[in-house]
């Protein structure tokens, strides 16, 4: 299909709103503009760099009793997440960024989570930075990564269609105004190919169709890949990363219990291959995810900051395309703060794994203060047992006499914060 005629005559010709709809059609497009990006994506809080193994990370970092404001920091990674290195520090509530690589080595950018209307341009691995105004009002989607000095925006308030910056961001030109319900995802890995992802597909938010966008002539036009299939039903907050080579692409999306799919495809997404299922996360915990540069390299990161003042951050790694993983932690605590490290909520023992009839929840570290929820997932992300510990309690158990033997995965959520695992159900 191409895009070159305005995608709101595509979407009339293919579904006739309602009569209910019909009045409000033009006030909906307007809020589409505006909310596209908070339904469909989520955060690019971690980015491929221009080297081999290295990434780059914009996380939540500390906050002291004394502080007004939290600290963010952008921190670097040789190593595929093993070891971070931080770069540059931040006021985290005022200035929080999200974060592209170029191809240039030493080259990001940064970009202010509140849609300001200047980027941050880094030549120096993210230490110092020049600003660019670019002259756009409210978020906008990017993408860069593939030629130097070249990254994408678009759409936003200020130019509803596409825009592609060269020269690091000194000019730029407006490659498609027909494009505001395309939402910018990642460039490919030849010059001038970029995806998108189209949504809604359907009036009425259709949540099992997902259209995939990609150009291969700098966003002039589009052919889209409409994805109507069991397996995205019912995901959100899709977002999509680059692989290696032509055609390759990876489309997460997060189901109803807050697990994420990853699916990968080499076709440009006309097949999709479902490569994992995370463990469930919960809303207060931050996810980004990205693909490296070397083939079959995926990094998945999450961080959170409700257990003491400074955040608990997770880098995943896979070399096999999203199918299993090494987990990096990183507690940025009294070695980058100078502040120690309090834990809110006891330690979570879990017992016999593998199960076969029950399954014991025993917490340490004296007697909760509040209701602690534990609730056990299937591989796909949806609850087969829950129970509630009340305050003075210690210990629960779960019925597993009816589960299916397999794989679980549990969540323990205390103080807002939550704990997880895995399970085996045997018989």
Not at 25 to 54: K, P, Y
Not at 197 to 225: E, K
Not at 239 to 254: K, L, S
């Amino acid at each position: 299909m191409d895009l070159t005629i305005p995608l709101f005559l595509k979407f009339m010709s293919m579904k006739t709103p309602p009569p209910a709809f019909n009045f409000e059609i033009v006030f909906i497009m307007s809020c589409l503009l505006i909310s596209v990006n908070g339904l469909t994506q989520t955060n690019h809080f971690i980015t491929r760099g221009a080297d081999t193994a290295e990434i780059y990370v914009t996380s939540y970092w500390y906050k002291v009793p004394t502080d007004l404001f939290g600290w963010g920091g952008i921190f670097r990674s040789p190593d595929n997440g093993a070891t971070l290195t931080l770069q540059h520090k931040y006021i985290y509530e005022k200035n929080r960024n999200e974060i592209y690589g170029d191809f240039t080595s030493g080259t990001i950018y940064l970009q202010h989570y509140a849609g300001l209307d200047t980027l941050m341009v880094s030549h120096d691995f993210g230490n110092t930075y020049t600003y660019k105004f670019i002259d756009f009002i409210g978020y906008v989607a990017m993408a860069s990564g593939c030629v130097s000095g070249e990254f994408y925006a678009g759409p936003n308030l200020t130019y509803p269609g596409i825009t592609r910056f060269t020269d690091y961001g000194n000019t730029f030109q407006i490659v498609n105004l027909n494009s505001n319900l395309l939402n910018i995802m990642d460039v490919g890995t030849q010059s001038g190919e970029l995806y998108a992802l189209v949504w809604p597909y359907y009036w009425g938010f259709n949540m099992d169709t997902l259209g995939i966008a990609y150009s291969s002539n700098y966003g002039q036009n589009f052919s889209i890949i409409y994805q109507d299939t069991c397996l995205i039903s019912f995901k959100r907050n899709y977002t999509f990363t680059r692989g290696t080579v032509p055609g390759e692409i990876y489309i997460i999306g997060q189901d109803p219990s807050d697990c994420y799919h990853i699916f990968h495809s080499t076709d440009y997404g006309q097949t999709l291959e479902l490569k994992h299922i995370s463990e469930p996360f919960l809303d207060f915990e931050t996810t980004s995810f990205t693909a490296g540069r070397v083939p079959g390299s995926f990094y998945m990161m999450r961080y959170s900051y409700c257990y003491s003042y400074h955040a608990d951050l997770w880098i995943y790694y896979s070399n096999d395309y999203g199918a299993t993983f090494t987990t990096y932690y990183h507690s940025l605590d009294s070695t980058l703060t100078g502040e120690v490290h309090k834990d809110l909520v006891p330690e979570i023992t879990v017992f016999p794994n593998p199960a076969a009839n029950r399954l014991t929840f025993r917490l340490g570290g004296g007697f909760p203060e509040r209701n602690t929820k534990i609730t056990l997932y299937d591989l796909f992300g949806k609850p087969v047992a829950e129970e509630v510990l009340l305050p003075g309690h210690t210990e629960i158990i779960l019925d597993t006499r009816n589960l299916t033997p397999g794989i679980y995965f549990y969540g323990v959520v205390q103080n807002n914060c939550l704990q997880n695992g895995k399970i085996l159900i045997i018989k």
